[in-house]
């Protein structure tokens, strides 16, 4: 009924062990592909110096005028509150980006707030920004926004 014989290893096809080492591969490439993209983003250090008085300078400028540009806009009728609002919004974020290396234009209200930025931008985020964007009934005069969009750039010396 029992036999004592021994077989020997080499009764399986080596087509195996490559399917094997195949799969074993694509674990380990899996693996390292959900390690790899759910790392959080590493930190941007500023690329401005606070000793190169003339690049922030010319930042806080060239913000000032994209902002007034903006309100133009939304004077002369080219484009809506909401999205005069959003915009102001996004060059107060790529601003803060700018100057201060945090990633603003990607983080939300309460990121912003636990990070501790400037209580300006965190001011002009609820009562100018947010609630024109998220809010649907709910408009904030992009005049007010854009005073608010000069005094977050002001804020930062």
Known sequence: MFTD?????VQYSPVWMLVACGVLALLA???WMIWALTRPPKAVPSSLSRDEPETLDAL????????????DAYRSGAITARHANAELSRLTRAFVNAYTGVEAPVMTLEDLERRGVDPSLIDALRRHYYPSLFRGDLVVDPIA???AARRVVMAWH
């Open 29 to 31: 490439l899996i693996a």
């Open 60 to 71: 806080r400028d060239g913000s000032l005028g994209a902002i007034a540009q903006v309100e």
């Open 145 to 147: 926004g854009a005073d």
């Open 5 to 9: 014989e021994l077989y020997p290893p």
